[in-house]
């Protein structure tokens, strides 16, 4: 019996992943979920997955939660800056129970990736590598629904407003990285690698104009300088610190640093990546 285990169950990729493994016929009893707030994943539990409680931030319940964990799907975790300790957590109470296998969800060129979100991606990276357990680095770029989640803004205002110029993102659905990721996870070979992940890329136009299309409104993409954009985040209350590390996503997707091939995901999934008219339908159509 092998036993998979996957953090950040609660949330919108862990529960997919989980989905993933069962729709792969692991039996749900060698799926271990886990979660901070079991309430959560009730349904899991009546399915047969076992539910384990563990914060990032308890080492001993961590531990206990990975004991007899032969592979773990490691979901970074969403408390940004305090990350590089809760994932050290993580990778030490994997050390200490035996998991044989990691594959972690880290960010699109972690190694060369300029936003902010990418040090502590990089530094759980070193971590894995240090190790000494095998590990699968997916390194995903964004996903469609960090757009979706923000139609009604672009809806009262008729447009996405960004500084990312023609630069073009290899956003995929969260499901396809969930996919992908529970195929990296129960694979045996390569021992470790490092996939960069993501779908067929767009530039923010096109996004406009396929998201207007898909859900009937008038939208387009308004092109800002950086000092342009800055300034309507500052206006519109965000705080110096808020509005530069939104610049600096803009910045990095103006640069190409979130437009990966497709390869990797495809290979993973084995089917072609699901292509954004096709997300967009599914997600808001
Ligand atoms: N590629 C992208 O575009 C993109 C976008 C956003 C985030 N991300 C990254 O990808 C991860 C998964 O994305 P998502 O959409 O599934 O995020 P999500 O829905 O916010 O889920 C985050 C999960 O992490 C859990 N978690 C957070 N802090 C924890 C802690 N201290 N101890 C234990 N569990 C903790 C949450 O538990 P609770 O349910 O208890 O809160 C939740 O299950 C995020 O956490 C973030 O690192 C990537």
């Not at 950040?8 to 990729?13: C, D, E, W």
């Not at 996919?179 to 096109?206: K, N, R």
Request: charged share 20%.
């Amino acid at each position: 019996m092998t036993t998979s285990a996957v953090t950040g169950a609660t949330g919108h990729l862990g529960r997919l992943a989980v989905s993933a493994l069962l729709d792969r016929g692991v039996p749900a009893g060698d799926v271990v979920a886990v979660v901070r707030d079991p309430a959560k994943v009730a349904d899991l539990a009546a399915r047969g997955v076992q539910v384990r409680v563990a914060d990032y931030g308890d080492p001993a319940a961590v531990k206990a939660a990975l004991t007899g964990v032969d592979r773990l799907l490691f979901v970074s975790g969403s408390e940004a800056g305090q990350r590089e300790a809760q994932h050290r957590t993580v990778v030490e109470a994997a050390q200490a129970t035996g998991v044989r296998r990691i594959a972690y969800t880290s960010i699109a060129r972690a190694d060369t990736n300029s936003t902010p979100l990418a040090v502590e991606h990089r530094f759980t990276e070193e971590l894995l590598r240090a190790s000494g357990i095998d590990s699968v680095l997916l390194r995903n770029s964004w996903y469609v629904e960090n757009y979706t989640a923000q139609l009604p803004q672009y809806r009262a205002t008729g447009a996405i407003v960004g500084a990312a110029g023609e630069g073009r993102v290899a956003a995929a659905p969260r499901a396809d990285y969930a996919e992908a990721a529970v195929a990296a996870l129960l694979a045996d070979s390569p021992a470790s690698a490092t996939y960069e992940l993501g779908g067929p890329a767009f530039t923010m136009s096109e996004l406009a104009a396929v998201l207007g299309d898909v859900t009937g409104t008038d939208l387009a993409y308004r092109d800002l300088s950086p000092a342009d954009f800055e300034a309507g985040l500052l206006a519109a209350g965000l705080d110096q610190g808020t509005a530069g590390f939104v610049l600096a996503l803009e910045l990095a997707t103006a640069a190409g640093e979130l437009d990966v091939p497709a390869t990797d995901l495809e290979r993973l999934l084995g089917r072609p990546a699901t292509d954004l008219r096709t997300a967009l339908t599914t997600l808001v159509g």
